[in-house]
């Protein structure tokens, strides 16, 4: 099987010199093509990648694709056609990579080059290597795949680099984007520097690095050329966002009642609530996102930046992870319950009409029953519009694998996880059902499931439906959408107008 893929490589992937890095196209070369989808017409090994986990790995993915198309591979949406598959990895939770191993096991029938790219190349590497994988590379050493499949086709040696960086930030390289998309990512910030004890993102993403702001916006620039309407920026702890630059003046604030271990964001230079307004004003008929913040990177002005610019969606993510002190200590969240509640108030002050989310962790080291309860109760005090709720995952390196005990048994995570979930839907559904009779500005995404149906996401991230029977509408339009139904997840209405990204 190998002689037969490598006779498909053109000679010049098996120079006994590496290929530069440099080679791969800067943002502003890929400005100059019309399209920087060079896969389609590229006559080398086809590659497939497979994505599990966050936004920030469908990001990656993305520069993947680019970095390799760059260099003559070709991708394909069909695994069969595939030579090289590639399993961009989570390490966020136990079941996220048991679903991986059995991903690999199955695949090894298929004969193929297999790699295994993100966070469980970081963290588990041999193992990998044990269950089939030919190349690991972790999600800081992406520019290296090109030399390490060339290396790989010359000596069928397996192939690994999950060396972690202080700088990387891919900066240089243009993800590519599915040609018929209307939203997107964009990363601006890389890496987290908070070591909670229960999450390994820090152990696999490395420290936080933030993206040259000029990249960003001509990223940006780029996207909304091509026809995106709406980005998301990115990154594990979007919110604390800092280029460092001496010329721009700016000073590190905590939201309120809020503290922090890490303390190297001393300094001048651009800061999350800057970036967001530069975007915001730069792009007003663009819709802007961000996703994952910490609720610790939420001072007042970040809020008002958000509440002053009507293209800057009303939707917060605030991860609370837990509403009892004690079980937030032992995660080393530095906050208490009473900090979140007055953040979530002051949101709802400071922005009209804004939507909350958050992320609930149950059944976390010691948690006793009055624990839970608090958590249940802080749920049912904030109100939340939607939340992703888990049941605890003990991660190896983490604080909390070394200094405490995974006590509290499987059953109970369990059942204390179907009362959560039971609650939270339960507000879910009746927060839905008060946008009956609204209005709301809708992008529409892609088509419903019925016939002539069309769907979308409102400025607050509530998915709806609505039909359209003479097709007056399209994907990629905004939509003024009078609502006449609501579900758990989806509002259904009547379409009104075509119109502008907001109401003013």
Sequence with gaps: MFRKLIQRFPRNYFSTSKRSINEIPSLSEFMKQQDPQVNNTNNGPKFFIETYGCQMNANDSQIVQSILSSEGYSNTNDISEA???????????????????????????????????????????????????????????????????????????????????????????????????????????????????????????????????????????????????????????????????????????????????????????????????????????????????????????????????????????????????????????????????????????????????????????????????????????VQFENAFMFAYSMREKTHAYRNLQDNVPESVKSSRLEKLIEQQHKIMNYKNSLEIGKKHIVLVEQLGNKPNQLKGRTDSNKGVVFQNDNNIYAIGDFVEVEILGSGLKTLSGRPLNKCEINFN
């Design 83 to 381: 030579d090289i598959i590639f399993l961009n990895t989570c390490s966020i939770r136990a079941n996220a990579e048991k679903k991986v191993f059995q991903r690999m096991s199955e695949l090894k029938s298929q004969n193929k080059v297999l790699g295994i790219l993100g966070c469980m190349a970081e963290r588990l590497k041999e193992q990998l290597f044990v269950q089939g994988a030919n190349i690991i590379v972790g999600p800081d050493s992406y520019k290296s795949l090109p030399t390490l499949l060339n290396s790989f086709q010359l000596t069928r040696d397996k192939q690994i680099d999950t060396n972690l960086s202080l700088t990387e930030t891919y900066d240089d390289i243009l993800p590519i984007n599915p040609t018929d998309s209307i939203t997107t990512y964009v990363s601006i910030m890389r890496g987290c520097n908070n070591m909670c004890s229960f999450c390994v993102v820090p152990f696999t993403r490395g420290r936080e690095r933030s993206r040259n702001p000029e990249s960003i916006l001509e990223e940006i620039q780029i996207l909304t050329q091509k026809g995106i309407k709406e980005v998301t920026l990115l990154g594990q702890n979007v919110n604390s966002y800092f280029f460092q630059d001496e010329k721009i003046s700016s000073q590190h604030e905590n939201t309120v009642g809020f503290t922090e271990l890490y303390k190297l964001r001393s300094g001048n230079g651009l800061r999350f609530d800057q970036l967001l307004d530069e975007i915001a004003v730069k792009f007003p008929k663009t819709r802007i996102r961000f996703t994952s913040p910490h609720p610790k990177n939420f001072p007042k002005k970040v809020l008002e930046v958000i509440a002053k610019h009507p293209n800057i969606c009303k939707n917060i993510h605030i991860p609370i992870q837990s509403g009892s002190d004690e079980i937030l200590k032992k995660m080393r969240r530095n906050y208490t319950r009473g900090a979140i509640v007055d953040l979530c108030n002051e949101a709802r002050t400071l922005i009209p009409n804004v939507t909350l989310s958050t992320d609930v962790i149950v059944g976390f080291c010691d948690e006793t029953e009055y624990d839970f309860e608090q958590t249940l109760s802080l749920l049912q005090l």
